[in-house]
C-alpha cells in the first residue's frame, strides 16, 4: 500500500472513529454501553469497525508484500 493511500485508510478510520464519538455524546441509545443503537449510531459504528479491520489487516500485512 502506497504511503498516500494508507494515510487515506487511517484518515478515514480517525474521521470514522471522531464522528462516532461525536454521535455516541449525544444520543441516548448510543451512549448506553450494552443498549440498542440508533439507526444513524449503527451505520457509524459498523463504518468504524469495518475501516478498523481494514487499518489492522495494513498494519499487520505491511512489509510482506
Do not use: F, I
Request: hydrophobic share 25%.
Amino acid at each position: 500500500m502506497t504511503n498516500s493511500r494508507r494515510t487515506n485508510l487511517y484518515g478515514r478510520y480517525m474521521n470514522a472513529s471522531g464522528a462516532w464519538h461525536a454521535h455516541r455524546k449525544g444520543c441516548a441509545l448510543c451512549s448506553s454501553p450494552s443498549g440498542p443503537r440508533c439507526p444513524d449510531g449503527d451505520e457509524l459504528w459498523e463504518r468504524l469497525v469495518r475501516l478498523q479491520g481494514a487499518y489492522l489487516t495494513h498494519l499487520r500485512t505491511r512489509g510482506t508484500s
